[in-house]
Nanobody, 124 residues
Framework: QVQLVEFGGGLVQAGGSLRLSCTAS????????LGWFRQAPGKEREFVSA????????NYADSVKGRFIISRDNGKNTVYLQMNSLKPEDTAIYYC?????????????????WGQGTQVTVSL
């Protein structure tokens, strides 16, 4: 069982930055692929970014490419999402997820474990 806890959400003006963190309880954290997803009100949960077990492979949704950066620190059991040039359409609850296959894919059903989510609100 893996427990994930997100930190770092909040309210920011358009054009600003936030860094989300997600800390995992797993002893074998370095084996997991990790992803960030988000869900806006009235919308389905969507892929944002993912990173494989080694950190050498990353994926981004087109909507965040060039603005968001995913990284991981296996020594701290933590994955980060640096969000820059934020837009109002980035407003959502952001979820961290862990994939036991280590691949860090784009599909929701690849991830077995999920955090509780953290709210990100971007104002004009």
């Amino acid at each position: 069982q893996v427990q994930l806890v997100e930190f770092g959400g909040g309210l920011v003006q358009a054009g600003g930055s936030l860094r989300l963190s997600c800390t995992a309880s797993a002893r074998t954290f370095s084996r997991y692929g990790l992803g960030w997803f988000r869900q806006a009100p009235g919308k389905e949960r969507e892929f944002v970014s993912a990173i494989n077990w080694s950190g050498r492979s990353t994926n981004y949704a087109d909507s965040v490419k060039g603005r968001f950066i995913i990284s991981r620190d296996n020594g701290k059991n933590t994955v980060y999402l640096q969000m820059n040039s934020l837009k109002p359409e980035d407003t959502a609850i952001y979820y961290c997820a862990a994939d036991g296959n280590g691949l860090g894919g784009r599909r929701i059903n690849e991830y077995e474990y999920w955090g509780q989510g953290t709210q990100v609100t971007v104002s004009l």
